[in-house]
């Protein structure tokens, strides 16, 4: 069945119309009895009805990174509209705990939450219980990008390394960068693919997405 279908069968549903109208009153609704992809189809069906995000709690990192891949595909979203917040330590993708990856993944959904409230993050329970900086400390290490503003080069590496990127010859990974003369090339969790950032003395003459087949351009994307 379509996936269109069955989240307007869970819409139509007299237990789903009571759970709805109990979240909108700010009141409890405990769901039991639903089990695999049918938890998945609940929420997303309940972010598309209130039009916006939600903060949903799983037990590990491994049901969080489960489900976020079962909401993208279900909401027909884009990566960044649904994050993780990964523990400290861990990550999502191939970095092992002890690599700066872990530090990006981690840094990205904090700081997207913050700019785009409306976006669903996952907290697992290992990270509910771990304490995180202010909103006021997110904002002062949060930073945009666009064509025609000037950053050296020099700047700009050491914010990355700070914010726990790994500098390497070629990238690959989310958490990776590289210098090659006036290019930085950066894998951000948010994005697909790798920002090409290209230079001009100090100025960033353009902000493009970097992927094996091509290079597209990008209006204004943020880091």
Do not use: C
């Not at 995000?53 to 590990?60: P, W």
């Not at 994050?83 to 872990?102: F, I, W």
């Not at 509910?128 to 002062?140: A, D, F, H, N, Q």
């Amino acid at each position: 069945m379509p996936k269109a279908a069955l989240k307007n069968r869970f819409r139509q549903a007299a237990t789903f119309t009571r759970i709805e109208q109990e979240l909108l009153k700010g009141g409890q609704a405990a769901v039991t009895g639903l089990s695999g992809g049918a938890r998945s189809l609940l929420l997303a069906t309940l972010i598309e009805s209130r039009q916006e995000g939600l903060v949903v709690f799983t037990d590990t990192l491994e049901a969080a990174a489960d489900l976020r891949t079962d909401l993208i595909a279900l909401l027909e979203a884009d990566t960044s509209d649904v994050l993780v917040l990964v523990p400290a330590g861990r990550s999502l993708y191939k970095h092992s705990s002890t690599e700066p990856g872990a530090s990006a993944d981690r840094a990205e959904a904090l700081a997207t939450s913050l700019a785009t409230p409306r976006r669903t993050l996952i907290v697992p329970g290992r990270a509910l219980l771990e304490k995180l900086p202010p909103p006021s400390r997110l904002s002062s290490v949060t930073w945009t990008l666009r064509p025609g503003d000037e950053l050296a080069r020099e700047v700009l590496t050491e914010r990355l390394e700070g914010m726990g990127y790994l500098r390497v010859d070629a990238v690959h990974e989310v958490g990776d960068y590289s210098v090659r003369g006036f290019i930085v090339d950066v894998y951000v969790p948010s994005l697909n693919h790798p920002l090409r950032i290209e230079y001009f003395g100090d100025e960033l003459e353009s902000l493009r997405l970097r992927s094996e087949e091509h290079t597209s351009e990008l209006q204004s994307p943020n880091t």
